[in-house]
């Protein structure tokens, strides 16, 4: 059975890139969709922006402004990713919830953070 690969949200795009290197040449099989998530990844933004623009930072954008193309949005949705919410819920307790990214764009953002 295939590991989920989870990377923050605070993650820089820069250090998903290199992360998705290394996992693509040490689990090749089981993450094979790196490659062209690599490939791809480079053509997003300057390179000055990946250093400094965040996965949740470029998904929250894209929640704000459903017009916005977002790359990383779409390579998420393309490979079944799962978006991972923490807020809280009625009881003031802390509640994580794993979204489609399809699903994710309809979910009210307010007081809620991208893990």
């Given at each position: 059975?295939?590991?989920?690969?989870?990377?923050?949200?605070?993650?820089?795009?820069?250090?998903a890139?290199?992360?998705?290197?290394?996992?693509?040449?040490?689990?090749?099989?089981?993450?094979?969709?790196?490659?062209?998530?690599?490939?791809?990844?480079?053509?997003?933004?300057?390179?000055?922006?990946?250093?400094?623009?965040?996965?949740?930072?470029?998904?929250?954008?894209?929640?704000?402004?459903?017009?916005?193309?977002?790359?990383?949005?779409?390579?998420?949705?393309?490979?079944?990713?799962?978006?991972?919410?923490?807020?809280?819920?009625?009881?003031?307790?802390i509640?994580?919830?794993?979204?489609?990214?399809?699903?994710?764009?309809?979910?009210?953002?307010?007081?809620?953070?991208?893990?």
């Amino acid at each position: 059975s295939t590991k989920p690969l989870q990377v923050g949200g605070g993650v820089c795009l820069s250090d998903a890139m290199k992360k998705f290197e290394v996992m693509k040449e040490s689990e090749e099989e089981e993450f094979w969709y790196l490659h062209q998530f690599c490939e791809h990844l480079k053509y997003v933004a300057s390179s000055a922006i990946r250093d400094i623009g965040s996965i949740g930072g470029n998904l929250m954008l894209k929640h704000s402004h459903p017009e916005f193309q977002s790359d990383v949005f779409n390579l998420l949705e393309a490979v079944g990713a799962k978006i991972t919410v923490s807020g809280l819920d009625s009881q003031k307790k802390i509640k994580t919830t794993d979204y489609l990214p399809s699903t994710w764009l309809q979910t009210d953002m307010e007081k809620k953070i991208i893990l």
